[in-house]
């Protein structure tokens, strides 16, 4: 019986969330600029977002392979038996 219900159910369910979605292009309303983002004073322009800003990408200040010392011989490593 619970089947039956669940059946029944779900083509009700698909046509609700079909109704959804909107057809058609986004806009900003006229006359209204987009709102700034969290931290700004005024929304930035397209070429001032394809900045990454100093987060996404850190300059590193030393490497660790060049500043890596020579390895010495190890007696204990030695191959297994």
């Known amino acids: 019986m619970k089947?039956?219900?669940?059946?029944a159910l779900t083509p009700f369910l698909a046509l609700l969330l079909a109704g959804c979605g909107s057809v058609g292009t986004l806009a900003w309303p006229q006359g209204e600029p987009p709102a700034p983002a969290v931290g700004y004073e005024t929304a930035?322009?397209?070429?001032?977002?394809?900045?990454?800003?100093?987060?996404?990408?850190?300059?590193?200040v030393d490497d660790p392979v060049?500043?890596?010392?020579?390895?010495?011989?190890?007696?204990?490593?030695?191959?297994?038996?």
């Open 44 to 60: 930035r322009t397209v070429e001032e977002r394809f900045v990454p800003p100093p987060q996404a990408a850190p300059v590193r």
């Open 3 to 7: 089947i039956v219900r669940a059946g």
């Open 66 to 81: 060049r500043n890596a010392d020579e390895r010495v011989e190890d007696p204990f490593d030695l191959p297994p038996q």
